[in-house]
């Protein structure tokens, strides 16, 4: 029956009599759970209001035959989706202006449909509440959580074991040099040997630490496994796709929300190169989707829903980076596929109640919102830009390095036999480096503090071995400290800082993309931190001992603070992470929300700026969509021109020596015809024509509802069997009076369904696809049906003319 193209593979949906096969090619493989993606582009009706039409959730319109529209009653199942579909944007928002339509002409009837009315208004809003206070108060106890863990590795607070060693120290009386050292908080050489020093000693830490990160990282690996197999990764690449349209059931579910809490809190403690930035995303759209069960408004309408899940998004990096209007702005140009205005406005007002919810709860004990917050307060010099733009350049290398690297990796994870081991290859990894990152201070601590540490100025009670300088104090003008000679224990922080940059390079590369949650943020950020912080002692040396030399002489006097070393951390890790994500507004605002310097916006645009220049020459894609190409999602890529001269006809299905299209005709087949074509194939609808000879269109009709609404008509309409004709009219044909009674199916006929001619450029075909979120357009000649064209055949055809494995879209 020709046209596979039309409609994959039915998995989701086995009743009755209707089995369809299902080829092994069909799987594929996310997360550790087998998806079956046959379906994913299925493509049911675009529906649009047509005159004595009602709406499209199976309200039928009452004919003037004596003969039963049995669908008269909206039927359940009738206008939803199957599981890996795509949704049509064009019929939820038109049922979504239905809705809103009737609740405002009821309104003017009574007081309590005007009550009514002003609660659909408002829910949205409430609805953003309840996800910001739910965002905010998960973010805060997985920071405190992961805190106190991550410092479990290293030893144990006597006080009360629930304490972290910072909290723990603040009632004790030491000094401020000596902080880290008070009597309550005993490393594990202290508690089992009785004293903490030594080789001994430093062997048995050494072990403990290995053995608590071994610990965490298999806990998270094992509940990922057992519980929610989507619960793995960071979940961005996922989100993009299922806002773009897609369904993918349980991926925002209550287990996953779970799950993805507990083990993104366990994963971040066993040290691993991973962020919870990326996760917290995931996490606040799970928030959000399930949320959402609690309004008809957004539980019924896939349009609707996607918008909600459009704002959690802003919520979650809100929470991330303690960024409102960053959380916005990366929602808007990272990860959304369609932002109106309206949800421009709620996803602010989340963001906001999400911040606000977190800064209650003041997980770090700092009245900030994340770890390393820092203020500075020297200006910068244009000269500085120079070295600036060197980090946008590392930045971009490292970012198109990277991806080339993990995508690599991941491939042949996929491909392999190791991606049947996920518990054993997260247990080598963490060992790997919870070994490797022991003896290097600057590896041991969490990433978030290394960043906090590298990003800070230097200040005269910095204990830290980065700000161990030779002091001269004669030349002191208030807080500001003048540019000094480096110490011993800067040098020594430099090639410890140079090893843990060579580390978190190539780890990172393996870390991404295992079965755990693993957010990608931080540790970018923490290979540009420690570049930048490398390049601005080198920097501010050179202008110590040369500050005669021609660019210094202007502006870097002697015993004058001219360099910052934490601001170029601060642009380094900017850098970076736009060389891997490709993000540039969104980025520069996060960073200067986390620093809270207006000043230093420029060096961040510049960063950012030159990274996503290097890394786009190099490779066009960021990290995200990359993993989304690998992971074959049917995402349509907004961003990306089609700039080819191909024309509807060479895209449709079917082709030249094709059988013919399978159709419906609008008054000729019998019941038992319908359950044929339904048995025999496995396409997701099927165009209806006025007869097999004219092949004039009459409409689209959805296989899920064909099969629901004949199963329904064959148990609760009297007279209909095998023989009794199905019609698609608003009258009943011509038929003996010894004939069986007829079925009528108008209300799930589609009347209105996308079309071309077989002569429209694809170019335009595709601009189609993009702007209304298309699942498949019929191609005609004069008014003649001649083929179809879905979302999976316009993905394959680009995928063709860029010379790419067509077959990998959906089904690797």
Not at 477 to 487: I, S, T
Not at 541 to 546: C, G, I, K, T, V
Not at 578 to 585: C, E, F, K, L, Y
Not at 717 to 725: A, F, K, L, R, W
């Amino acid at each position: 029956m020709g046209l596979e193209a039309l409609a994959m593979d039915q998995k989701g949906y086995r009743r009755g009599s209707f089995q369809s096969s299902t080829s092994d090619e069909d799987m594929l493989e996310i997360a550790g759970a087998s998806l079956d993606f046959s379906m994913a582009d299925d493509d049911p009706p675009l529906d649009r209001e047509m005159g004595g039409f009602s709406s499209y959730n199976g309200g039928g319109m009452n004919g003037t035959s004596t003969m039963m529209d049995f669908l008269e009653e909206p039927l359940p199942g009738v206008g939803t989706y199957e599981d890996f579909n795509t949704i049509d944007w064009v019929r939820e928002k038109s049922r979504d202006r239905d809705r809103h339509r009737e609740i405002t002409s009821r309104s003017k009837e009574s007081t309590w449909a005007l009550i009514h009315s002003v609660s659909d208004a408002f829910s949205g809003w409430l609805l953003m509440l309840l996800i910001g206070l739910l965002a905010g108060s998960l973010a805060g106890l997985i920071d405190i959580s992961a805190h106190w863990m991550t410092d479990l590795k290293e030893g144990v607070c006597l006080a009360g074991f629930w304490f972290n060693h910072e909290h723990c120290c603040w009632k004790s009386n030491t000094t401020f040099t000596d902080r880290d050292k008070c009597p309550e908080w005993k490393s594990w050489s202290q508690l089992i040997l009785g004293h903490g020093e030594g080789a001994f000693a430093y062997i048995l830490n050494y072990f403990m630490y290995v053995i608590w990160a071994l610990l965490f990282s298999l806990l998270a690996v094992l509940l990922v496994k057992g519980f929610a197999p989507y619960a793995c990764g960071s979940g961005i690449p996922e989100i993009k796709t299922i806002l773009s349209g897609f369904i993918i059931r349980g991926y925002l579910g209550k287990w996953t929300l779970i799950i993805k809490t507990i083990t993104l809190v366990l994963a971040v403690s066993s040290g691993l190169s991973l962020g919870k930035e990326g996760p917290l995303v995931h996490v606040a759209c799970c928030c959000g989707n399930i949320l959402c069960h609690l309004f008809t408004k957004y539980r019924k309408n896939e349009a609707k829903r996607r918008e909600v899940l459009s704002a959690a998004a802003a919520a979650g990096v809100s929470v991330a980076f303690g960024a409102p209007i960053g959380g916005v702005l990366f929602s808007l140009e990272e990860v959304s596929y369609y932002f109106p205005l309206k949800t421009l406005w709620r996803s602010f007002f989340a963001a906001l109640v999400a911040a606000f919810t977190l800064r209650s709860i003041n997980p770090f004990g700092n009245s900030r919102l994340v770890l390393f917050y820092v203020e500075f307060h020297m200006p910068w010099h244009l000269l500085e830009l120079v070295p600036f733009i060197l980090l946008g350049i590392f930045g971009g290398l490292w970012g198109a390095f990277f991806i080339r690297s993990n995508i690599a990796w991941c491939r042949r994870r996929k491909t392999t036999k190791l991606g049947k081991y996920p518990v054993l290859e997260v247990f080598v990894v963490t060992a790997i480096t919870a070994i490797l990152a022991f003896p290097n201070e600057y590896t041991r601590m969490s990433t978030s503090e290394l960043i906090s540490e590298l990003f800070n100025d230097c200040g005269i009670l910095d204990s830290s071995k980065l700000c161990e300088y030779v002091n001269d104090f004669n030349s002191t003008k208030g807080d500001d400290l003048p540019d000094r000679a480096a110490g011993p224990g800067v040098y020594t922080a430099m090639w410890q800082l140079a090893l843990a940059l060579i580390m978190k390079v190539f780890i990172t590369i393996f870390t991404f993309g295992m079965k755990v949650p693993s957010g990608l943020f931080i540790p970018s950020m923490a290979v540009g931190a420690i570049a930048g912080r490398l390049l601005g002692v080198a920097v501010e040396q050179l202008a110590y001992y040369h500050h005669d030399w021609a660019i210094f002489s202007g502006w870097c006097s002697q015993g004058a603070d001219c360099i910052t070393p934490g601001l170029y951390a601060m642009v380094g890790a900017a850098a970076c992470l736009g060389g891997v994500t490709r993000m540039t507004v969104s980025l520069v605002v996060i960073m200067f929300e986390l620093t809270g310097g207006l000043e230093y916006i420029v060096p961040l645009m510049a960063a950012a700026m030159t990274s996503k220049w290097v890394a786009d020459a190099i490779g066009r894609e960021g990290i995200y969509d990359a993993h989304i190409r690998l992971n074959g999602y049917p995402f349509l890529e907004a961003k990306e021109e089609f700039s080819h001269k191909t024309l509807a006809m060479d895209v449709m299905r079917p082709r030249r020596n094709d059988p013919p299209l399978t159709v419906i005709t609008q008054d000729s087949m019998t019941v038992e015809d319908v359950e044929t074509i339904i048995s025999e194939t496995t396409y997701s609808g099927y165009p209806v024509v006025v007869s097999r000879e004219s092949q004039r269109l009459v409409g689209f009709v959805l296989r899920r509802d064909l099969i629901i609404s004949v199963e329904n008509a064959r148990k609760k309409q009297d007279g209909i069997v095998s023989t009794s004709i199905i019609y698609f009219t608003d009258h009943s044909p011509p038929l003996p009076p010894s004939s069986p009674s007829m079925l009528k199916l108008r209300s799930i006929l589609d009347l209105s369904p996308f079309t071309v001619t077989d002569q429209t450029p694809m170019e335009i075909v595709v601009d189609i696809f993009r702007k209304l979120g298309l699942r498949q357009c019929l191609v005609t000649h004069n008014g003649k049906l001649l083929g179809i064209i879905t979302k999976k055949d316009v993905l394959k055809h680009i995928a063709q003319l860029a010379n790419q494995d067509p077959d990998s879209i959906l089904f690797n």
